[in-house]
Structure formats: C-alpha cells, structure tokens
C-alpha cells in the first residue's frame, strides 16, 4: 500500500496551483459541480493510465514541441467557445437584465468538453511525469489507483472553489475570466515550445 499512499501525496501536493487545477477552477464555476467532477474523473484516469502504461513510450514517440502546440490551439479554441454569445449551444447561462436565466446545456457536452480540456492540460504535465516515474519503481496498479485518487482531489478542490466563486460574481465576469484564463493556458503552451 505505500505505493499507493506514496502516489496520493506526491500527485496531490503536486497539483495543487498547478494549471489543471486552474482550469478545473474555470469549469467549476460555468457549471454543475457534478458534470464538472465527472469530467475531471474520466480525464485523470485516462491520463493515469497512460502515465503508468505507457508514459515513457508517449514521451519518446512524441515530440513534446508537437503536443504542447497542439493544447496550445485546444485552449485558445476553448477561449472562444466561453466567449461565444449562449444560444443552447454554448457553454453557459446568459444574464438577461438582473436575473440568471439558464440556457439549456447538455451534461453529456460539458463533461467531455471537461475531460478533453482536463486530459489535453495534463499531458506532459508534471504530475503525469511523476505518476510514470514511480510507476517504473513500485507497483504500477496501486501507483495508478494512488495517483487518479490524488489528483482527482485536487482538481475536485479546484472545481469546488470555482463553483464557490461562480455563485458570487456575475457570469459575464465568469465567462470573461475563464476564457482569458484557457487563452493564458494556450499562449504559454505555444510559448513554451519557441526555443
């Protein structure tokens, strides 16, 4: 078991200011907490499972260049889909005078936009990296087990803390802050790779 406890402490302090967790923040406050975590759950399995099943592979195969550009234009496109006017196919309630009225959102929508913001910011992330390297020391099944539930807990904290900030401030404010924050994500991505 001290695989698995090991793997626990280390991702979840890792992650803890960390951009997923940002980004878990900006979705939890647009929307349920419960398609939020559900999203946040599927991503961190898949990337965990990666990271312990082939984490090294995926680092040698693909040029880190490559992927960092690639989530570099996913997070500049999710920019823009928070900032797109809701009409029942965008992300969020709209403000219509003094009263939040609710635009019809689907669940099965926002969880996958969810999870595939959550998976594309954890590849090559740190916690990824530190999930594979204990993963080639201890037991890989406990490891994975250990650093799902880890990181699950911190990007929950993060979703929480967004869905606390959302219920206070004004969702133009909201939809505003999230997509400068998604923007900010995909630049220094894209920065990231100029040498």
């Known amino acids: 078991m001290s695989s698995f406890w090991s793997a626990l402490v280390v991702v979840f302090v890792a992650e803890l200011g960390d951009k997923t967790q940002l980004v878990a923040l900006g979705f939890g406050a647009r929307h349920r907490l419960r398609w939020v975590l559900t999203g946040i759950g599927l991503a961190y399995v898949a990337t965990n499972l990666m990271s312990v099943v082939i984490g090294a592979l995926v680092g040698a195969a693909l040029p880190g260049r490559v992927v960092r550009v690639a989530g570099g234009i996913l997070f500049l496109a999710f920019a823009v889909w928070t900032m797109r006017e809701p009409d029942g196919t965008g992300p969020g309630p709209e403000k219509q005078g003094d009263d939040r009225v609710p635009v019809p959102r689907r669940p099965a929508r926002v969880v996958m936009s969810v999870a595939g913001a959550m998976f594309v910011a954890e590849l090559g992330d740190k916690t990824m990296l530190a999930t594979a390297t204990l993963a080639s020391t201890r ?3 406990l490891v994975w087990a250990g650093a799902t539930l880890g990181i699950f807990l911190a990007g929950a904290l993060g979703a929480t803390v967004g869905r606390a900030i959302g219920d206070r401030v004004p ?10 924050l998604f923007a900010a994500f995909g630049i220094a991505l894209i920065v990231s790779t100029i040498d």
């Open 139 to 141: 037991n890989p099944v």
């Open 171 to 180: 969702e133009r404010s909201v939809r505003i802050g999230a997509a400068a």
